[in-house]
C-alpha cells in the first residue's frame, strides 16, 4: 500500500484545461453526447471518458468551495462560489441526465462487468428518475442559500477576559474548572446565537419550502421521501430509522443518563447546569492535548504512523501539498471536513481546533476519512469513489477508537490519557441521543412543510427533551435552548444527512471490538472495506469490513453494553 497518489492523468480534457465558463465546458459534453458506441470496449472508453470531466468538475467546485469556506469575509472567493453554483452546475445538469440516458439505453450495457457496475448502475437509474428540468434553478438557488449559513455563523464570536473568540474557541472554557466563568462563556454564547436566531430561522424556512418544491416537482409526497431516494438509501427505510430512534430511548439515554449523574457527582453541584457537562471539578485541568495546528498534526502523524505507516502517509502527503486548514479564526466557516478531490487524489482536512480533546478526536475522524479517500482513490471511475456515507462515517469513527491505543503520544501522563479515553468512550455513546434528535426532528420538518417558527420551536423543544437526560437543569435559558438545532450546521448545508453517523457509530464501535480481539485482522478488514470505494451495496461493504450492516433495539443493546463494560474498565 503507497500514499504516493498521482493526479489522475487526462486523456479526453487537454492537460492545461481549467473551468471558467459553461462555454468552454459545453463542447466537452456535446463530445460524448454525440459520440458512437459500437461495442463494450467503447462503452467502457466513454464512460472513463466522462468520469474524467466529472472529476475536474468535482475537484474545481470544490476548491471552491474550500476557499470559501477557509474565508467566509472575501467577496470575491464567495463569488466565485456563486457563480460556479449560478452558472456552470445548472447548465450541465441537463447534460448529465442525457448521458444517464444514452448509457441506460446502450445495448452493451449487459456486457460490462455486472459485479463492478452493480451499484453505479442503481444510481445512475435513480439519478434519471429524480431529474427535473424545472428543478435545476432551484437546485442552483439551495446550494448559494445553504452557503449563508456559514456566513452568518462564521462572523459569531464573544470577548471573554477583554478578549474575542470565535464560538468554536470559546467553548473551551466550558470545560474550566471556573464554574462562574464557564456560565458566563454559555451564557455570552448563548445570547449571541440569539442575536442571529431571526436570520437563520427566515433561511432556513426558505430552504424548507424549496426543498419540498423540488420534491414535489419530481413526484413525491415531502422532501424526506424524495432526499431518501437522492441519497441512495437502498438499503433501509423510514422505518428502521424509526425504529432506531426507539432504540437510543431504550438503550442508550439511560446510559448516557448514568454518565450525566456520575458527572455531577464529581463536580459536587446541587444541579448539573448546561455548562458542567464538559467541566473538570477543582483542581483538574482540562486536557490540552495540543497547543497549535503544527502540533496536533505532527503528532496525529506519528498516532497514525503507530496503527501504520500507510496512514501516516497519508497525513504527511497532505501536510506536504498544504491539504490541511485546521485552526479556529474569526471569518472561517464553523465545523469539520474532509473534502475529496476527485482528480488530484488528495483530499483538503478542514477544520476548527481551539487545543481542545475534542479537537484530537476530530482531527483523528477526518484523518479517517482522508485515508479512505487514498484506499478508493485508484477506482477507474469518479462515481465508484462516491460511496455511501454510512461507509464513510465507519471509516472516520473507527479511526477515532483504533488510535486511542497510541494517544501517549498526546498525553505523557498516564491519569490524563486515562481521562481522554473515559472521554471518547463516553462521547462516542452520548452522541447517539442527539443523532436521533436531529434525525427526528428533520422527519416532522419535511412531512410538515408549511410550519411556523413557533411549531417548529415547540416541536424542537418537544423532540430533544424526549432524548434528553433529565438531569440537565437548563431553566433559565430555555430561549437558548429552543434554537440549539440551529448550531446543526447539517440541517442547513446538507439535510437528512446525519443518521448515518449513528448507524456508522455501531459500525465503528463493531470495528473496535473486531479490533480489541485481533488488531491485524481488523485493520486488514478495513482496508479492503474502504477500498472497495462505491462498488458495493452498504451490506456487502459492512460484511467486508467484517462486521453486520445492523441498527436493530438488540444490536444497539449489545454494542452499548460492549462500551459499557470498557468504560468501568477505565
Not at 456520575?262 to 446541587?270: H, I, P, R, S
Not at 418537544?462 to 446543526?488: C, M, R
Request: hydrophobic content about 40%.
Amino acid at each position: 500500500m503507497n500514499a504516493d497518489i498521482k493526479k489522475l492523468p487526462r486523456h479526453f480534457l487537454p492537460e492545461s484545461f481549467t473551468v471558467t465558463t459553461w462555454d468552454a465546458l459545453q463542447p466537452y459534453f456535446e463530445k460524448l453526447q454525440q459520440r458512437e458506441i459500437n461495442n463494450v470496449t467503447g462503452l467502457e472508453q466513454w464512460l472513463k471518458d466522462m468520469s474524467e470531466l466529472e472529476a475536474v468538475i468535482s475537484e474545481d467546485a470544490c476548491w471552491r468551495q474550500i476557499r470559501m469556506t477557509c474565508d467566509t469575509t472575501s467577496k470575491e472567493l464567495e463569488e466565485a462560489f456563486t457563480y460556479f453554483c449560478m452558472e456552470i452546475q445548472p447548465r450541465l445538469q441537463p447534460y448529465a441526465d442525457a448521458l444517464n440516458k444514452k448509457l441506460l439505453d446502450s445495448p452493451f450495457l449487459k456486457d460490462l462487468d455486472q459485479e463492478l457496475y452493480k451499484t453505479y448502475l442503481r444510481n445512475v437509474k435513480k439519478q434519471v428518475k429524480l431529474f427535473r428540468e424545472e428543478n435545476v434553478p432551484i437546485q442552483a438557488e439551495l446550494s448559494v442559500m445553504a452557503q449563508q449559513y456559514g456566513v452568518i455563523a462564521g462572523k459569531m464570536t464573544i470577548t471573554v477576559n477583554g478578549q474575542e473568540y470565535t464560538l468554536q474557541q470559546a467553548a473551551k472554557f466550558l470545560e474550566k474548572e471556573d464554574r462562574a466563568l464557564r456560565e458566563e462563556v454559555f451564557t455570552k454564547t448563548g445570547a449571541r446565537r440569539l442575536q442571529d436566531k431571526d436570520a437563520l430561522d427566515k433561511l432556513y424556512t426558505g430552504l424548507v419550502q424549496k426543498r419540498d418544491q423540488v420534491a414535489r416537482n419530481a413526484g413525491f409526497a415531502n422532501y424526506r421521501d424524495y432526499k431518501f431516494e437522492e441519497l441512495g438509501r437502498f438499503d433501509y427505510t423510514k422505518e428502521d430509522s424509526f425504529q432506531f430512534h426507539d432504540a437510543i430511548k431504550a438503550h442508550i439515554v439511560p446510559l448516557v443518563q448514568q454518565i450525566l449523574e456520575k458527572q455531577k457527582a464529581k463536580l459536587k453541584v446541587d444541579k448539573l447546569k448546561p455548562w458542567d457537562t464538559e467541566a473538570e471539578p477543582a483542581g483538574i485541568k482540562p486536557l490540552e492535548p495540543f497547543q497549535t495546528g503544527d502540533e496536533l498534526v505532527n503528532k496525529a502523524i506519528a498516532t497514525f504512523d503507530e496503527l501504520g505507516p500507510f496512514f501516516g502517509d497519508c497525513l504527511r502527503v497532505m501536510k506536504t501539498m498544504g491539504r490541511l486548514d485546521l485552526e479556529s479564526r474569526i471569518g472561517k466557516a464553523p465545523g469539520g471536513y474532509n473534502c475529496p478531490l476527485a482528480e488530484t487524489g488528495v483530499p483538503f482536512i478542514f477544520m476548527n481546533a481551539a487545543g481542545q480533546m475534542k479537537d484530537l478526536t476530530t482531527m483523528v475522524h477526518e484523518g479517517g476519512h482522508a485515508v479512505h479517500s487514498f484506499l478508493s482513490h485508484n477506482l477507474p471511475l469518479s462515481a465508484f469513489k462516491e460511496y455511501p456515507m454510512e461507509i464513510a462515517e465507519v471509516a472516520s469513527m473507527s479511526m477515532e477508537l483504533f488510535t486511542m491505543d497510541y494517544w501517549n503520544i498526546f498525553f505523557d501522563d498516564a491519569e490524563q490519557l486515562r481521562r481522554a479515553r473515559l472521554q471518547q468512550l463516553e462521547r462516542a455513546i452520548i452522541i447517539f441521543p442527539w443523532i436521533a434528535t436531529i434525525d427526528k426532528f428533520q422527519h416532522w420538518i419535511y412531512e410538515h412543510p408549511q410550519h411556523t417558527v413557533e411549531e417548529r420551536t415547540a416541536k424542537w423543544v418537544e423532540i430533544l427533551n424526549e432524548f434528553s437526560p433529565s438531569v440537565v437543569d437548563w431553566s433559565g435559558h430555555e430561549d437558548y435552548k429552543a434554537i440549539t438545532w440551529q448550531k446543526q450546521l447539517h440541517l442547513f448545508e446538507v439535510p437528512f444527512y446525519y443518521i448515518e453517523y449513528g448507524i456508522a457509530q455501531l459500525g465503528a464501535i463493531a470495528m473496535w471490538k473486531q479490533y480489541k480481539e485481533n488488531k491485524q485482522q481488523a485493520l486488514d478488514n478495513y482496508v479492503q472495506a474502504l477500498s472497495l470505494g462505491n462498488t458495493r451495496t452498504l451490506p456487502e461493504l459492512y460484511k467486508a469490513a467484517g462486521i453486520r450492516f445492523d441498527f436493530s433495539p438488540a444490536y444497539v443493546k449489545e454494542l452499548a453494553d460492549f462500551v459499557k463494560q470498557e468504560i468501568e474498565k477505565l
